[in-house]
């Protein structure tokens, strides 16, 4: 889901892009979920060759989580980010998290 991510640092951001050997996510609409993805290739207009599928535009792929990083969930209840350790990784593309409110 789109509740998780990197956790924020002082330094400005910056888009994400993601260059040949990365380990990434992609959301297979096919599987409905996201899968474990490596860039193979990367191409103008934000647009990488995966090793799972050719073509894929960059708002279907998102930084893979290593169990132990540190991150972001948005809390529905506390209507804001709270800090968080990845746990687990889930066969379904989900991560088990350590929220700390």
Same mark, same amino acid.
């Not at 993601?18 to 490596?38: L, M, N, R």
């Not at 647009?47 to 948005?74: H, T, W």
């Given at each position: 889901? !789109?509740? *998780?991510? @990197? =956790? /924020? ?14 380990? *990434?996510?992609?959301?297979?609409? +096919?599987?409905? @979920? &996201? *899968?474990?993805? @490596? ?6 207009? !934000? ?5 799972? #599928?050719? !073509? ?9 989580? /290593? *169990?132990?990083?540190?991150? /972001?969930?948005?809390?529905?209840? /506390? #209507?804001? &980010?709270?800090? =968080? @350790? ?7 593309? +989900?991560?088990?998290?350590?929220? #700390?409110?």
């Amino acid at each position: 889901s !789109d509740k *998780i991510r @990197k =956790a /924020q640092t002082l330094a400005p951001s910056s888009e994400v892009a993601f260059v040949v050997g990365d380990a *990434i996510e992609y959301y297979s609409s +096919t599987h409905g @979920k &996201w *899968i474990p993805a @490596k860039v193979l290739r990367v191409k103008p207009n !934000d647009v990488y060759d995966l090793d799972c #599928k050719p !073509d894929v535009p960059s708002d279907e792929v998102r930084a893979r989580f /290593q *169990i132990g990083a540190v991150v /972001q969930y948005f809390s529905a209840s /506390q #209507k804001s &980010w709270v800090s =968080a @350790k990845v746990l687990t990784l889930n066969a379904n593309g +989900t991560y088990n998290l350590d929220c #700390k409110p």
